[in-house]
């Protein structure tokens, strides 16, 4: 998967990206697309349809900024990913200060650790999806 840069960003969060979107195809995304829409990682599907947009977050700064464009251009939900607890909980803390209540029952929040996490529990669902063309 190729994956554009935006910016000034860093080696770490191209690495996230490309990370986060392989998960997303091998858990049975229709496309994954990067930087789509200002999404950092947009996954489609068309049965049900829907559109999962992953923001990659280091801070606080522009989370609300982005989750709420990215249900303003068509997310059906909103993931945040953050590198470690400690952004997590920051980003935790501006979301629930800020972000409207009709956002918050499809906006998720997780660490880098949790796609991880979920493939290595979970191996079968990433072998079958690896095996169709």
């Known amino acids: 998967m190729q994956v554009p840069r935006r910016g000034n960003e860093t080696r770490n969060h191209v690495e ?3 990370a986060s979107g392989e998960c997303l195809r091998q858990f049975g995304a229709d496309s994954v697309l990067c930087e789509h829409n200002g999404g950092d990682v947009v996954a489609r599907r068309t049965s049900p349809p829907g559109t ?6 280091r801070s ?3 989370v609300l900024r ?3 464009r990215d249900f303003e251009q ?3 939900a909103v993931l945040v990913e953050c ?4 952004t997590a909980a920051e980003v ?3 979301l629930d200060r800020s972000l409207p209540r009709e956002l918050r029952e499809n906006t998720g929040l997780m660490t880098s650790a949790t796609l991880r996490v979920l493939k290595s529990f979970f191996p079968q669902v990433t072998s079958t999806q690896s095996k169709q063309p």
């Open 16 to 18: 996230t990206k490309t």
């Open 52 to 57: 999962l947009v992953i923001e990659i977050e």
């Open 60 to 62: 606080k700064r522009n």
């Open 66 to 68: 982005n989750v709420t």
């Open 74 to 76: 068509g997310a059906t």
């Open 83 to 86: 590198p470690d607890f400690a």
């Open 92 to 94: 935790a803390r501006a």
